[in-house]
């Protein structure tokens, strides 16, 4: 999939991250080593004061000196986690995005930053969130059709109160997955919602469409405050391909057609996008992560938003 000239101009940088990548291994390695020389020694000589009465520690003391050295043991564990996080983030913005960007012409890839809250919001999918975080932002053009997609993980907050009056907060899980908004190329005059049957809605004071393809009838429930329009949306082949993309990913699928856009969310219960320091550093992992991106432009097809069907008004 990468370009030879693509390969031409990163393999040296490629190597300068293999051997960063190498050299944060044997450092944690010598640090962890260390780490735990000092605290074997420190606990054996702890205990064997106390044995012989060399030291007397009663009570909270006695806890606190056996906490100190699992805390001194924890520093090297931070550390480590610490440069290969930051050895992940400029891999990602020295490898991976100017790859992306090369391979995929008018996109703008930023692996820290995601959809707004407001923007997911305006999808009127899902009730709105407490708690909202996402990565993996990418945005552009594919051929006339705009666009912007990421991964999102919103919440819901649970506040609850036991009989002495203790507070207990908690979150669940409303959505988490890839949500990504497209121009549809009409402006809509309604709210037409396609959601998979086993998925949660909350689109009551919407009427249920009912819709002729006896598959996507089955698969899929619309609701809508405009039947007419509502059928004008999904048209035979609209259906066809919306069924094909619930078969693709395997998992609950949610549209929205409001305003100029529509609005898809496919719940996901693993990193797209994950670059880890563990991946091996090479043009294979760097393409995987590229097929993903392109299984998500092939949503823009799948489903002829490229076609220009429709005209705004």
């Known amino acids: 999939m990468i ?17 960063e990548k190498k050299h944060i291994s044997e450092r944690s390695k010598k640090r962890w080593r260390y780490t735990l020389f000092v605290y074997l020694a420190i606990m054996t000589l702890l205990v064997l004061f106390l044995l012989f009465g060399a030291i007397n520690i009663q009570g909270p003391g006695l806890i606190f000196a056996f906490i100190v050295p699992a805390i001194i043991f924890m520093i090297p564990l931070a550390s480590s ?21 090369a391979q995929f012409p008018g ?10 809250e407001r923007m997911f919001n305006a999808s009127n999918l899902f009730i709105n969130p407490d708690r909202f975080d996402g990565e993996d932002l990418f945005s552009g053009k594919l051929d006339a059709t705009a666009f912007t997609f990421s991964e ?3 919440e819901e907050k649970h506040t609850s ?37 086993g998925g949660k809605n909350w ?11 006896p598959v996507f009838e089955d698969r ?19 259906m066809e ?55 998500i432009l092939a949503i823009l097809n799948d489903l002829d938003l490229n076609l220009r069907i429709w005209t705004k008004r």
Request: net charge negative; charged share 30%; proline share 1%.
């Open 241 to 295: 391909r919306i069924v094909e993309l619930e078969d693709r990913f395997g998992e609950n699928l949610y549209l929205s057609f409001r305003g100029h856009n529509v609005y898809i969310a496919i719940s996901e219960s693993y990193d797209m996008f994950k670059t880890s320091f563990h991946d091996e550093v090479n043009f294979t992992q760097i393409e995987r992560f590229l097929a993903e991106v392109e299984s």
């Open 107 to 116: 996109i703008i890839y930023e692996d820290n930053h995601h959809i707004s």
């Open 220 to 238: 899929f429930n619309v609701y809508s405050n405009d039947q007419v329009e509502a059928r004008y949306i999904l048209t035979p082949k609209i």
């Open 203 to 213: 689109f009551s004071r919407y009427k249920r469409v009912r819709l002729e393809d």
């Open 161 to 197: 109160r036991d009989k002495d009056g203790n507070t207990t907060t908690s979150y669940s899980t409303i959505f988490k997955g890839l949500f990504l908004i497209a121009d549809f190329n009409k402006e809509i005059q309604n709210d037409t919602y396609v959601y998979s049957s």
């Open 3 to 19: 370009s030879e000239e693509v390969k031409s101009n990163y393999r040296a940088i490629l190597d300068i991250f293999k051997n």
């Open 152 to 154: 999102i993980h919103a």
């Open 81 to 101: 986690y610490s440069w290969k996080g930051k050895w992940v983030e400029k891999y990602k913005d020295e490898v991976i995005k100017p790859i992306v960007e």
